[in-house]
């Protein structure tokens, strides 16, 4: 039997604001979920699966963004901020050429 993905993920796509359309309020529970299901299961994910994390938290930033909510933009903008500084610092550092 094949290995299912976990659901969090795929319901992050499906409340990812769309580029071109003007998002709404409806796509935040679905990436709140995401979020939340993925940062439950972070030490489970992959590495090629961690870019969803990030990629979660910046759409959770242009959510309110474009839906004209700054505090909440700000409070997921310093999460992203935080997520960064981590995965920089997890990092090892490559060895000068």
Known sequence: MAHRCPSSP???????????EQPNAEPE??????????????????????PRLKETLQHLVQLYEVTSRPDQAAAWKQKLVQFEKAETEQKPATAPQ
């Open 10 to 20: 795929h319901r992050l796509l499906a409340g990812r604001p769309a580029q071109t």
């Open 29 to 50: 529970p679905l990436l709140l979920s995401g979020y939340e299901g993925m940062k439950q299961r972070e030490e489970q994910i992959p590495p090629v699966g961690k």
